[in-house]
């Protein structure tokens, strides 16, 4: 386990920003942390990477305690910050190189041009940080928390403001890097946590309401199922209203209709069976999934 | 800690900062000590340098503090203290590192004040006839003093992500802890009771015994004392506002 927290607390006054939270991370995973601003994320964070200790509960990284600890927790850990903060009148070389000289690095010029063609930097690498665009001063952020390899990384919100070209690249810079390190990532973009993470925790008003590997996630919310249907002709509502296991059948034109059921059953088959007995033709049929939109806002709504 | 040495160094230089102090500096002091018909070395009838030491204290309680005021304001308000405190530097590094590269850049600008000795060396009549060991004691006495002026600025710096409050209250810091307690002395109340030992609190006090070229350990301990003091109090505070 490369990350093992255990009812992590953080009160600002009477106000508890996490509350009793306990997850743990593997090597080699991609965790993804979802929630609506001000669930918690960020501070959980904060506390991992040890800008703040936690008001009780213990938190640890490569089996190190991040507050007796700290000092060899940082440099196991590799941390992009929220909103990046990067020395805008440094060049992008020299601020690399001031990383170095914190991680002690020897040989630090050839690990600085390796970082810049990782991070796909090269061509911007003689410019002042201040003169770069969002996406490359990500960039410059990523590269200075993966500088020194560290086994974890902690990146919040890492792809927020990017170009979609941007951000396929820093997705498939976190996807190669998630293959052998701990990666956890915090973003609002939904679609991301399905593409990029292997495990989904979702954090409401700083406690954990799921912690699911992503394929599983759906299941949780409800075993209800809706079929999309389709058909040639029009069709009265009550033919498939009268199908066994159907709760309620939503017209949305006289040809398309969405079918619901809280059965376990594939109603397909019978909508199908159905559609044949009398003659209606059936140009399009589909089982539904629940996004993890959805999941997600079904369990942060109260 | 080289590297945070380095990182303010190059910061100083890559901006105007380091350019404006020492010119600023440089500009007040060369008035003052050549120009102004008042207070210049040469309507005086003796050759010394005391012009210079004189208002070096003045100059420097509003230069110095607008040395640190940018020392962690700036980095707190940037956010990059969050960069900061996720690497693996000790505290004693941040604000060591920081205290260095402040110190060094308030001695280039002492430095080209030698070119003043050299002058009123040669100025002297007969040649070279001034008063070598007072003016060895103020510069380090003024080199301590500058010391103590970036520390009290760093610790202001330390409370607040306003450069501006920072400045303002290292400022009113230094301004207690040089002049303050040798006005207070002079209160009527206090004559003949606590008057010396309120004088002995001050800087000033300290300072001007240097001055006068003799180098008692009670004044240097005095000055190291007050960093070491102001350097921990930062200390506290950077611990402070992680916690």
New interface residues.
Partial sequence: MSIIVENLTKSYGPQKAIDEISFSANKGQILGFLGPNGAGKTTTMKILTCYMPQTSGTAKVCGLDVVTESFAVRQKIGYLAEHNPLYLDMYVKEYLKMVAGFHKIKNSKKRVDEMIDFTGLSREQHKKIGALSKGYRQRVGLAQAMFHDPEVLVLDEPTSGLDPNQLKEIRALIKSLGEEKTVILSTHIMQEVQMLCDRVIIIDQGKIVADDPIDSLANRVSSSSVVYVEFEDACPVNLLSDINGVDNVKKITDRKFEVYSTGSEDLRKSIFNKAVKNSKVILEMRMEDLSVEDVFQKLTNN | M??IL??EI??FF??LVAYIVIAVFLIFIGAFTWVFRDTSILYFNYAGLDPLFQFAPLVFLFLIPAITMRSFSEEFQ??????L??????DFQLIFGKYLANLVLVVIALIPTLIYYYSVYQLGSPKGNLDFGGIMGSYIGLFLLSAAFVAIGMFASTLTKSQVVAFILAVFLCFVMHWVFSFMAKLPMFIGTLDDIINRLGMQYHYDSMSRGLLDTRDIVYFLSIIVFFLYLSFVSLEKR??
């Avoid at chain 2, 405190?85 to 000790?90: A, C, D, I, W």
């Fill in positions: 080289l590297s380095k990182k190059n910061s890559s901006s940037r956010g990059t203290m969050e960069f405190f996720t690497k693996p530097l000790t992680k916690w």
